[in-house]
């Protein structure tokens, strides 16, 4: 149910929101993926495949990180012009 006032999913929130919710279930369906690949493993007698990368602790992804740097660049990039422009700097 959309917020008040709000366009159901259009909002910056919710995009973002969903799309958190998209990545847990990928992560969730690589987790059950692995788990039965290394129980058809041991039912045959064989050595478990490789964990994921996805799963490995301290994963971080990629696009994710590089968004955060280019909007932290973006952010400190105003807040510079703004503090020269209030100056009387620029």
């Known amino acids: 149910m959309p917020r008040a006032g709000g366009h159901g999913g259009t909002s910056q929130i919710g995009g973002n929101h969903s799309n958190f ?3 847990q279930q990928r992560r969730e369906g690589i987790k059950k993926a ?3 690949a290394v129980a058809a493993a041991e039912m045959k007698g064989e050595e478990p495949p490789p964990l994921p990368k996805e799963l490995r602790p301290g994963y ?3 696009g994710s990180l590089l968004m955060a740097v280019v909007i932290g660049l973006g952010m400190t990039m105003v807040l510079v012009f703004m503090v020269l422009k209030l100056s009387g700097t620029i």
């Open 21 to 23: 919710k998209a990545q």
């Open 34 to 36: 692995y788990s039965e």
């Open 60 to 62: 971080i992804d990629g």
